[in-house]
């Protein structure tokens, strides 16, 4: 460049003086133009003619990197630089030299009596964040700056021009001012339960009053129907479109992920007005996410910021806003969508019970035609055993007659159409008359009933109460095996009665007694008399109770009895009225209660007919005799099992016809039957008292004896669940009541000739438990995760996984549509990279399987369609035959993807793919978990990462920094850290710095005062000088008081550091030899807090090349209960031995190694410095990301690694991976923008030469699929030629790491092999 | 900032292919020269390319031959002690022991580049 320059004939050039023809050769573009310029007819004259320190002043802003403006002599003659000429925008190049009020013409009024001060009185100003509203692109908009002018001193002390660096702020304002309105709007929609509330919160929170949200509209279709306008900001809500067709082109629909640009002149005519008054001209539609489930059609409309392009962030800030808005109704829909459903289900409830109440009445008519032929048959029949089948039908046609009457009852009651007719009457007596149907059959089952009831007058209807005492007596009756029943009528005073039915039975649990008065609810108390009941009756009971206006409570213990209480009011509470006749029928024997000897009711025989039925259930006990005094020895023994005495003579009678017959009443004693004589089948009933179906089938299986008898199961619960459960408990077949006869006597003879095909069985029920345990094993590991990676490695561990040799979980990242896929396995880590982030339309199976929605299963990769050829090839080694399935979110989205891989063909059993569809269930939920955890995370780190841009320019050391928020909120904090490279290319100023308090105000406050030292670095980085700054500073920034900032500018030639801490915790130095000490000179209090006129101390040391410099915030060392002094031990002892590491896993290393338990309290700020240079162990370089420059950086690389003298072709292949790896960088990291370094570190070690290569970005995902591409082949030369390689992704930046092992000495090569 | 260097010595037999010597360092920054440089004497002639002292030959180096390779009758030497040879195998560039062998599969005709040397 600089022959260029000198090539160019010029007419101001040879008039130029040495110093500024030096800086014209570093200055650009500018540069040369200012070089060309026709100086000599300028009213500034030839720059020869310049006062020395407009001179020096235009030299440094003309070689300067950073944006600087020089204004000089009256008319403030402007000369600029190569920085600040796009804030020129079209006025450059012909501003150069102009008046600066001809230049400046838009801001002139603002800047002009700030420089007319400077130039009068010489203090200099500094502006923070001034928004100036440049000109940009024919355009006036909205840009802010922080600048200071400066004097320049002509040599008689007056002011003879302005030296001013800016640096535009305009993105961190912006984001700053966006994200406030991004964290009220999450704020607003955090409770919203409706779409009409996060409408309207939404409107209200942008009312127009947000630069960058003029206004927003929300068009949002219900129920299928187009969207309508839902809600908008105050200023334009009714001037906006109903519909939200009204606002698109005809004929054309919004498709998800498209956005649409109207102008506000052309689309949106009713705001044309606003124009005038700085009312938006554009406005953006986006459609409402239709990813998110649940979610509604429709679009929001947002007013853009007519002084603001529509650049990056400003799309991006949009995007976030109407996904948060989308996210938010989305969440409502779901709400709304429960609360219907709960809507539905009371509706179907009561058309249930409308139901139950038809129903029962239409079965009274066949049962009473069933009773009555019954009774006269029996009347008219001698033959005793056709009799005794007579007596079993009409028996249990009674029952079920009582069974409708309780049902049709408790329909009534439930449907509030129960209408009881009380009748005043002794209340003592009634039920002592009703309870006293139980002395025979408590006398027979040798329970003491005791009747303690005085008179008590009661209004109640007789008949309801009949119900309430039969039902609380059966149920007494059915849990006692000995001692007593006692009930008992006092009137504890004159308004009340209590009733009271206790016993000495058996008792419930506690779990189940707050239960027992819910409908249809069975306690499961296996010491019962019977199983039997349809769990209406102690409900029923509570119902006909209340209907009186009394209350009913249960007492109970376990093995020592129920009590049942109920409280009614005394009639004298009642208003006197006359005593009605009883109209009901003699039965209830209302009209005469001491009528004890009074038939019973129709009601109270079935009651008690029922619970006779229990007591005759026990058989006597030679009734486990067989009954096959007929039958032949060798036929087979059937064993019936049945806790009711009709139904096991039923089956005795249909069995004993084919074989020998054995029978017991419950499981308990069938097994003591059985193992005297093993049966060759056995048909059970599952609801049984003690030990039932299940359990008897259980405790057979356990048996070695007898686990091979085939077991049939009765049972009326119909319905494939009750069966499944009956055979996966181990029961051989089911067979549901009502069956017939011949139906059992086949099934019996099946189950006795097919012994070969139970074996069969039994192996499939082992299969399915292998496969629940192996659920259930991937649920734990899966909901232990914490992580993709750790998800995947669950997977693959988890007996679900197959086997398979690989595993991959690919995660859609819904805003660039790419897949990121992270592997487990026996997989290359060269493929991991190539496919570690793919494009989500790359004919790979984890890809086209998001895209579809569908699983593929290829048994054979051979077989598959063309188009994958290549991922077939690539993964030959590992993957013959796959399963890839699409994972889904709670609501059924599509997430990502998953992978499983054989290394040889296969088939996969219907068994396998349902255990993977399972597991595929719990892993989408699991991702889901992880990925809205891990998008938290991303937000705070992004947003800190974003404001903390780390430079990278220098050339005069390697940087690596890091920010770790807090772990219990994760969110934005107040430390910063902060590189400023100096004008001088060996000299760079770092600082690490903490600004109390968490969240955005410490985030604000730590992101102007990193500003500001960065600003002031420009004119002096001396530590002085940028802290006493910074100190000025602080006292103006609300919120800064106390902040604590280390500050350090290094040199890497020289060799040193000068630095000086206000309040910070010491910087830290290892060098190469393994010695780390604290630098704890330069000490001065935290900002704001000393005296103004303190002198300030400042350190210096020396900064050996290959040592590392650690500057860190306090968060990284402090531990609660612990003092400063073991953090700072701790620190020393992790940092030590990392001085052969890269600055970046410097960074990472430590903030692993210095985790408290439970994670860090406090955020972290740390940055690790290593000045550039080389000794015989280390080879440190910033090199400019410039292709052009690689050959110079190999050439001093091979100086250096010539004089390790190397074995072999190792120091060729470090050279070769080394630059490989820099080009990479160059390409990918940087987009080859020759301002930006990537950092470079080699070290020798004792046996192997370790390099590490660095840039500041990330790598696209380029390597999905087609030809290798160069970037490509540069990765197989790194694999192919070093040890080992890890790569290491980050926000900020991609790291390389090569691993070179010093293999023996070159004799151990035999070279003979070449020369044949 | 220059661009690397690389030096080509061609000579020739009486008959047989012409033998070009390459010396230096092939990279990004002169891969096109180099490919240029090399088309210039195999476009007349089939050639051999004697890598034995080239220095430094990186991934766009080798994209270089490898084009080279696929559009001329060019045949590429690279001996076993060269420390570019692991890097040749990697990149899948035929190659053969020495000049001679080169040569011989050029004469028997196999225009394109000869067998490929796994090897």
Same mark, same amino acid.
């Given at each position: ?27 650009? +573009? ?81 800047? $002009? ?669 899966? $909901? ?39 592997? +487990? ?394 630059? +490989? ?96 | ?119």
């Amino acid at each position: 460049m600089v022959a260029d320059a000198r090539d160019a004939h010029t007419p101001g050039m040879d008039a130029l003086p040495a110093d500024l023809a030096a800086a014209v050769a570093l200055g650009g +573009e500018v540069g040369a133009y200012f070089a060309g310029f026709d100086w000599a007819s300028h009213p500034l004259g030839a720059p020869a003619t310049w006062p020395p320190e407009w001179r020096s002043a235009v030299a440094v802003a003309l070689a300067s990197r950073f944006p600087v403006i020089v204004w000089l002599g009256p008319q403030l003659n402007i000369v600029y630089n190569d920085g600040y000429a796009p804030f020129l925008d079209r006025k450059h190049p012909a501003a150069l030299g102009k008046a600066g009020r001809q230049v400046w013409v838009e801001i002139w009024d603002q800047i $002009s009596p700030m420089l007319a001060g400077v130039m009068a009185t010489g203090k200099a100003t500094w502006s923070d964040d001034l928004m100036l509203a440049l000109v940009t692109d024919g355009v006036p908009r909205e840009r802010y700056f922080t600048f200071t002018y400066s004097p320049i001193f002509a040599e008689n002390g007056t002011v003879s021009g302005i030296f001013c660096p800016v640096s535009e702020t305009t993105e961190r304002v912006l984001g700053e001012r966006r994200l406030r309105l991004l964290t009220t709007v999450a704020a607003e929609l955090l409770h919203t339960r409706t779409v009409a509330q996060a409408v309207d919160g939404v409107a209200q929170v942008c009312d127009g009053t947000h630069p960058d949200l003029p206004f927003i509209a929300m068009y949002v279709s219900s129920d299928g129907k187009p969207a309508t306008l839902a809600g908008a900001s105050a200023p334009v809500r009714h001037r906006l479109p109903r519909s939200l067709a009204a606002l698109l082109p005809q004929n054309t629909e919004l498709g998800a992920g498209q956005t649409l640009m109207l102008d506000v002149r052309d689309r949106l005519e009713s705001l044309a007005a606003d124009i005038e008054t700085g009312g938006p001209t554009q406005a953006l539609l986006l459609p409402l996410a239709a990813g998110q489930a649940g979610a509604r059609d429709g679009a929001l409309l947002f007013g853009l910021n007519p002084d603001r392009p529509l650049d990056d962030q400003y799309q991006g800030f949009c995007r976030l806003l109407a996904d948060q808005i989308a996210a938010a109704f989305a969440s409502a829909g779901s709400f709304e969508l429960e609360r219907r459903r709960a809507d539905a289900l009371a509706q179907l409830d009561h058309a249930k019970t409308v139901f139950l109440t038809n129903v029962s009445h239409e079965f009274r008519t066949p049962l009473t035609l069933l009773l009555g032929p019954l009774e006269d048959a029996i009347a008219a029949e001698n033959a005793a055993p056709q009799r005794e089948r007579l007596e079993t039908a009409r028996r249990n046609a009674a029952r079920l007659l009582r069974l409708v009457n309780s049902l049709l009852e408790f329909a009534r009651t439930e449907a509030g159409r129960a209408d009881p007719k009380p009748v005043r009457t002794d209340l003592g007596a009634l039920t002592a008359q009703i309870a006293s149907c139980f002395a025979e059959l408590c006398e027979r089952a040798g329970i003491e009933l005791v009747l303690d009831c005085a008179p008590a007058p009661a209004e109640v209807d007789p008949q309801m109460w009949e119900t309430i005492v039969l039902n609380l007596l059966s149920n007494a009756v059915k849990f006692t095996f000995s001692g007593s029943i006692t009930v008992r009528v006092d009137c504890p005073d004159q308004d009340t009665i209590d009733v009271s039915v206790s016993d000495t039975g058996t008792g419930i649990a506690a779990e189940d007694q707050e239960h027992l008065f819910e409908r249809f609810y069975q306690a499961r108390n296996p010491r019962a008399r019977s199983m039997e009941g349809s769990g209406i009756g102690l409900s029923l009971v509570r119902s006909l109770v209340e209907l009186h206006g009394g209350t009913i409570s249960l007492e109970s213990v376990m093995e020592r009895g129920t009590c049942v209480h109920i409280r009614l009011p005394s009639a004298r509470q009642v208003a006197e009225r006359a005593p009605q006749q009883p109209s009901r029928d003699a039965a209830s024997g209302a009209s005469d209660p001491r009528t004890a000897t009074s038939p019973l009711s129709p009601v109270a025989t079935a009651y008690v007919a029922e619970a006779m039925q229990w007591l005759d259930s026990a058989p006597a006990s030679d009734d486990d005799q067989d009954r096959d005094h007929d039958a032949p020895a060798h036929q087979p023994l059937v064993l019936i099992v049945d806790d009711n005495a009709d139904m096991r003579r039923h089956l005795e009678r249909v069995c004993s016809a084919r074989w020998r017959v054995a029978s017991a009443s419950d499981g308990e004693s069938a097994l003591q039957a059985m193992r005297k004589r093993r049966p060759d089948v056995v048909v059970t009933d599952v609801m049984m008292p003690t030990l039932d179906g299940l359990g008897l089938v259980a405790a057979m299986r356990k048996d070695p004896r007898l686990a091979a008898v085939p077991v049939l199961m009765l049972s009326a619960r119909a319905g494939v669940e009750a069966a499944g459960a009956g055979l996966a408990a181990g029961a051989d077949d089911y067979l549901p009541k009502p069956f017939s006869s011949i139906d059992l006597v086949n099934r019996i003879a099946a189950r006795l000739n097919a012994d070969a095909r139970e074996h069969e069985r039994r192996e499939l029920d082992r299969a399915r438990a292998r496969r629940a345990a192996a659920l259930a094993e991937f649920a734990a590991a899966v $909901s232990a995760a914490g992580s993709v990676a750790q998800l995947v490695e669950a997977l693959l561990a988890s007996p679900a996984g197959l086997g398979a040799s690989v595993a991959a979980l690919g995660v859609l990242d819904p805003d660039s549509g790419a897949i990121r896929n992270a592997f +487990e396995g026996d997989i290359p880590p060269e493929l991991r990279e190539r496919y570690h982030v793919i494009a989500a339309d790359s004919p790979v199976p984890l890809a086209t399987v998001i895209r579809s929605a569908q699983p593929m299963i290829i048994t054979d990769t051979h077989e598959l369609d063309t188009q994958f050829a290549e991922v077939v090839r690539d993964s030959e080694l590992f993957t013959r035959a796959a399963l890839v399935y699409p994972l889904r979110d709670r609501v059924g989205s599509v997430i990502g993807s998953m992978f499983l891989a054989w290394p040889q063909p296969r088939d996969f059993t219907p068994e396998e793919l349902d255990l993977v569809e399972r597991a595929v269930v719990g892993a989408g939920q699991a991702l889901e978990r992880i990925d809205a955890a891990e998008r938290e995370h991303r937000i705070a780190a992004g947003f800190q990462e974003h404001q903390l841009d780390l430079d990278r320019r220098s050339r005069a050391g390697v940087l690596g920094a890091v920010y770790q928020p807090a772990a219990e909120m994760m969110r934005v904090g107040g430390d910063w850290y902060l590189v400023a490279p100096l004008l001088d290319e060996h000299r760079l100023a770092v600082s690490v710095g903490d600004a109390v308090g968490h969240g955005l105000p410490a985030a604000t406050v730590m992101s102007r005062l990193r500003s500001a030292a960065a600003a002031a670095t420009l004119t002096e980085p001396a530590p002085d000088f940028v802290l006493d700054l910074l100190e000025r500073y602080a006292a103006s920034v609300p919120g800064a008081e106390c902040t604590t900032v280390a500050y350090a500018v290094v040199d890497s030639e020289a060799g040193v550091i000068d630095y000086a801490c206000a309040g910070h915790p010491y910087p830290l130095l290892v060098t190469e030899s393994g010695e780390a000490r604290y630098l704890v000179d330069g000490r001065r209090p935290p900002l704001t807090v000393g005296r103004g006129d303190a002198a300030r101390a400042l350190g210096r040391d020396e900064l050996p090349p290959g040592s590392l410099l650690l500057l860190y915030t306090d968060g990284l060392i402090e531990r609660p209960g612990e003092s400063l002094d073991e953090g700072f031990d701790r620190l020393l002892a992790a940092a030590t031995p990392l001085c052969h590491q890269a600055v970046d896993a410097v960074c990472t290393q430590l903030l692993e190694a210095m985790v408290p338990p439970g994670g860090y309290r406090d955020d972290v700020a740390l940055l690790a410095l290593r000045p550039a240079g080389v000794t015989p162990t280390s080879f440190v370089t910033a090199q400019p990301a410039d292709p052009a420059a690689v050959p110079e950086l190999r050439a001093r690389l091979r100086t250096w690694l010539d004089d390790l003298n190397l074995p072999g072709t190792l120091s060729h292949d470090v050279l070769l991976t080394v630059c +490989e790896a820099v080009n990479n960088a160059i390409e990918h990291g940087t987009r080859a923008d020759p301002r930006q370094c990537v950092s470079v570190e080699v070290f020798a070690e004792p046996d192997s030469i370790c390099a590490s290569v660095s840039d500041p970005g990330q790598w696209a995902p380029d390597t999905t699929t087609g030809r290798p591409a160069e970037g490509g082949a540069g990765l197989t030369l790194i694999y192919g030629l070093s040890d080992s390689v890890e790569i290491a992704r980050a926000a900020r930046g991609t790291r390389v790491t090569m691993h070179h092992r010093r293999r023996r000495a070159p004799a151990a090569r035999p070279a003979v092999g070449a020369r044949r | 900032m220059t661009a690397a260097n690389f030096t080509l010595k061609t000579s020739q037999a009486d008959l047989g292919p012409a033998m070009v010597a390459v010396t230096g360092e092939v990279d990004a920054t002169n891969a096109a020269r180099f490919t240029a440089a090399v088309e210039d004497v195999a476009t007349e002639q089939p050639t051999v390319l004697d890598l034995s002292d080239l220095l430094y030959l990186d991934s766009a180096g080798f994209a270089a031959l490898h084009r080279i390779v696929a559009g001329h009758a060019v045949a590429i030497a690279l001996p076993a002690h060269s420390p570019l040879r692991k890097a040749a195998v990697l990149m899948g560039l035929p190659h053969h022991d020495n000049a001679e062998d080169a040569a011989a599969t050029l004469d028997s005709g196999a225009a394109g580049g000869g067998r490929r040397n796994g090897g």
